[in-house]
């Protein structure tokens, strides 16, 4: 007579459950900002993003000038963590940039999500002119009866 055992095991056909995921720092007062002047680092984070059946195994991160692109940075494997800052790039003054992020779960099934972008301006704005009246006609004066 024989004996076999094996280890318990899930089968895991579905993806992660897609969270938010948001272009800015954690905490801050915004949840998702579209415009940002600091140039030196772009920061995203995220939330909601998990997996009823199985783990996440891995997080991994692309950031490009157009939705779903890397042109800026290329599919980077960066681990279990709810958040990313991508500095030492030079980015470009009006450039819209996007997120796209991809969790995946011990099944090697994946999700991926993606921000809505953060322009990079760091210029003042321009100047212009304030003018009272209708149209082409500045009003010097103006009375109420």
């Known amino acids: 007579m024989s004996l076999g055992t094996s280890w318990a095991y899930n089968v895991d056909l579905s993806p992660p459950v897609a969270g938010h995921i948001y272009d800015g720092v954690p905490g801050s007062v915004l949840a998702d900002i579209d ?4 140039m030196s680092a772009l920061n995203i984070y995220w939330e909601g993003v998990h997996d009823p059946h199985s783990a996440i195994k891995e997080y991994y991160i692309s950031v490009g000038t157009c939705p ?14 709810s958040s990313f800052m991508l500095d030492h790039v030079h980015f470009g003054a009006g450039l819209t940039y996007y997120t796209s992020l991809t969790a995946c779960n011990t099944a090697e099934l994946c999700t991926t999500l993606g921000t ?21 006609h500045d009003t010097e004066y103006q009375s109420i009866r």
């Open 35 to 38: 415009f940002q002047t600091d």
């Open 68 to 81: 779903g692109c890397d042109d800026v940075l290329g599919r980077q494997a960066i681990g279990i963590v």
């Open 116 to 136: 809505d972008g953060v322009m990079m301006d760091n210029s003042p704005p321009s100047v212009g002119l304030v003018m009272d009246g209708s149209r082409d």
